[in-house]
């Protein structure tokens, strides 16, 4: 969006109305149309502090603009490696690999040796 100011205001003593003055010949060119019929519509902000000139009120018009696309980079449009290792396939566990040679486990090795 770009902002296009077309004027300042000033309130109105002791009322709330703000008095704008707009160049017809700037602000017909900011109009646009809708449903067959011409509008200008404008914004209106207040300062955070008035102007030398005692305006307290800015109006402006917002326009969409259209940017054009970014060209995709070349590395964007480059094939994604596959960069992830390869998973590694776990050897099947046997009694030797779960018990170290070190200790005294003893796993039975029938039913008949169940001390139940």
Do not use: C, W
Request: hydrophobic residues 35%; charged residues 25%; proline residues 9%.
């Amino acid at each position: 969006m770009k902002k296009n100011y077309i004027g300042k205001g000033i309130q109105v003593a002791n009322l709330s109305i703000v008095k704008f003055s707009f160049k017809l010949s700037e602000i017909a060119k900011l109009s646009h149309v809708f449903n067959g019929e011409e509008f200008i519509t404008f914004e209106v902000a207040k300062l955070k502090t008035p102007d030398s000139l005692g305006h307290g009120y800015t109006a402006y018009v917002n326009k969409l603009v259209e940017t054009p696309e970014p060209q995709a980079s070349l590395v964007e449009d480059a094939p994604k490696k596959n960069t992830r290792k390869p998973k590694r396939t776990a050897a099947p566990k046997t009694v030797a690999s779960i018990f170290p040679d070190n200790t005294d486990y003893h796993i039975p090795g029938s039913p008949d040796e169940l001390p139940f």
